[in-house]
């Protein structure tokens, strides 16, 4: 069984910080590049952080620049999301996933979803 789990969503001041973990099970995951993408209600699900298999080079969104941190446990098969200095726009579900070669839209392998509520 192929499965990616998110965890550790919730709610949260604007100001404050959430970390995101989502764990690979099942499968080989740790040559694959793992990100993490949002979905705002009535929006289209967004790119918001990606990391390759060896830990680098990493990518972001230019909205959570210098805000979140993505980094990943290859011994556990684990991405991790660091978000820091929240704000309500970041308010979403946040789907982990995965991919032989970069994440899209198109990847074959998600999660089922961890809500982030920002509050004002």
């Known amino acids: 069984q192929v499965q990616l789990v998110e965890s550790g969503g919730g709610l949260v001041q604007a100001g404050g910080s959430l970390r995101l973990s989502c764990a690979a099970v099942?499968?080989?995951?740790?040559?694959?590049?793992m990100g993490w993408f949002r979905q705002a209600p009535g929006k289209e699900r967004e790119f918001v952080a990606a990391?390759?298999?060896?830990?680098?080079?990493?990518y972001y969104a230019d909205s959570v620049k210098g805000r979140f941190t993505i980094s990943r446990d290859n011994a556990k098969i684990t991405v991790h999301l660091q978000m820091n200095s929240l704000i309500p726009e970041d308010t979403a579900v946040y789907y982990c996933?995965?991919?032989?070669?970069?994440?899209?839209?198109?990847?074959?392998?998600w999660g089922q979803g961890t809500q982030v509520t920002v509050s004002s």
């Open positions: 996933a995965a991919d032989p070669v970069m994440v899209s839209a198109r990847s074959s392998f």
């Open positions: 099942g499968r080989a995951f740790s040559t694959y590049t």
């Open positions: 990391i390759m298999w060896t830990g680098a080079p990493t």
